[in-house]
């Protein structure tokens, strides 16, 4: 039985170590963004899976090393890789809803609708919302005097006046489409949004579509962003996401609360939907919420402008 237990602790502990090379070289290498999707509850689910079992075989070394790790583990889960104990430092704000949509849209639209009426965005950018943005109930919210503003795969719901729209990027499954909104009266300047959807495809290096990108930004004019939000199918804080936008800060790093992951929705494992903002913003509450309809969850963020 101690041979099995041994063999096992080797095992988990290899794939512990892999998962925290993954969390500290992040996805600069093809090779290694496969380390940085080494979810933390499988790691932990491992851990402790080991602990009972070298538990049982009398391994007390091994039993109370599992132990000091799967400990530590759990620390940086709960309290730097999520925020389960953190509060919102204030419910005002200007409100920022973000729904990577990528369900059967046509079958539950209302739902959607309905949902999205709830949450009463001040901004609400969709990624492939067709069908649900032409429900009825979605122009009655917004007014009749508001359009829904249509860019590439993204929609913008707001009663706001939008300035401006332009598509920044649309290649080979790269998205990236600016809208400028005049939020002078809430932030005090207008807000210079940017709408991103990269691809999904497991066989794609984040790094090579990251590259690609900058490479695409520093060769055209544009207004710098103060919020990028979308699916970027890329880990929070990851070095693709990094070399895209160097300047810009992760929402849930600010005022992140609860679980921090977007997908799946139902069992979220990744944090791959993401709201950066420029540093003239803070951000009191970061949240992703599970609406019971789709396989992304809901991004929702109150920032309001540095003083």
């Known amino acids: 039985m101690k041979w099995v237990s041994i063999a096992i602790s ?29 979810p933390t509850p499988i790691v932990l689910v491992l851990l402790i ?34 925020k389960f104990f953190a509060d919102a430092t204030s419910q005002q704000g200007f409100k920022i809803v973000g729904w990577t949509m990528s369900h059967p849209k046509e079958a539950v639209s209302k739902e959607s609708a309905d949902q999205l009426i709830k949450l009463n965005g001040d901004i609400t950018l969709l990624t492939h919302g067709w069908h649900v943005r032409g429900e009825h109930s979605i122009k009655e919210w917004i007014g009749e005097d508001n359009k829904r503003v249509i860019s590439g795969p993204f929609t913008l719901l707001t009663k706001l006046k939008v300035i401006e729209v332009q598509t920044l990027i649309a290649s080979d499954g790269v998205y990236l489409s600016m809208f400028t909104i005049d939020t002078t009266e809430q932030l005090g300047k207008p807000l210079v949004l940017w709408a991103i959807d990269l691809p999904s495809s497991l066989a794609t290096i ?40 160097p300047t810009l800060i992760e929402a849930s790093d600010i005022g992140g609360i609860g679980l921090i992951a977007s997908y799946p929705a139902n069992f979220s494992l990744y944090h791959i939907d993401h ?9 009191s509450s970061y949240e992703v919420i599970n609406p019971g309809i789709g396989r992304h969850r809901v991004q929702i963020a109150l920032i309001d402008s540095k003083k």
């Open 206 to 245: 984040r790094m090579n579509t990251a590259s690609r990108v900058r490479r695409i930004l520093d060769s055209i004019e544009y207004n710098r962003p103060d919020v990028v939000l979308g699916d970027f199918n890329m880990t929070r804080n990851s070095y693709a996401i990094k070399t895209m936008f």
């Open 49 to 82: 899976t080991t602990f009972f079992i070298t538990f049982i075989s009398k391994c007390k070394k091994m039993s109370a090393f599992v132990t000091i790790i799967f400990t530590t583990s759990l620390l940086w889960f709960v309290f730097i890789e999520n």
């Open 275 to 283: 709201i950066l903002l420029s540093k003239a913003f803070n951000c």
């Open 10 to 38: 080797i095992f988990t502990l290899t794939i512990t170590g892999l998962w925290l090379l993954g969390n500290l070289i992040s996805d600069r290498w093809g090779w290694s963004q496969w380390l940085a999707w080494i």
